[in-house]
């Protein structure tokens, strides 16, 4: 079938320790933390492509853009779901969105709450010669 604007897949974690902002080093409060929430962005990304891509090809992150809108106490079920919407040559373009159950979480509002959302730019590589091509740049 082949990469195709409108697949797409979700990746879901519960927020433990090692996902934190006091973990990562990116803050001191013990929540999920932003480059956290980046991994499973793009972790929803490749999983949208991974079946549909041809024996040999992979696809390596280049641009992202991400508005973390709501703080992810450990214990939080956090579900980070991603869509492709643009091909452009070897340039794939996603949109996603992160929602934590506000059940259970003594929030009395219901329904999910919006933690994240953005896009992210990836590109379609041969695997093999990026791992050559990447290694030739070292000193």
Do not use: K
């Amino acid at each position: 079938m082949g990469v195709a604007p409108g697949q797409r897949a979700s990746v879901s974690a519960v927020v433990a320790d090692a996902d934190t902002a006091i973990s990562a080093g990116s803050g001191d409060v013990p929540v999920l933390a932003t480059p956290r929430l980046l991994a499973l962005a793009e972790a929803a990304t490749m999983a949208a492509i991974a079946p549909h891509l041809p024996p040999g090809m992979t696809s390596v992150g280049t641009s992202v853009s991400l508005e973390h809108r709501r703080a992810s106490p450990v214990g939080a079920e956090v579900v980070v779901e991603a869509e492709l919407t643009e091909i452009d040559g070897r340039r794939l373009m996603f949109s996603f969105i992160a929602r934590e159950s506000a059940e259970g979480a003594g929030s009395g509002e219901g329904g999910d709450l919006v933690v994240g959302a953005g896009t992210v730019e990836r590109v379609l590589v041969d695997r093999a010669a990026f791992i050559v091509r990447a290694a030739s740049h070292r000193p």
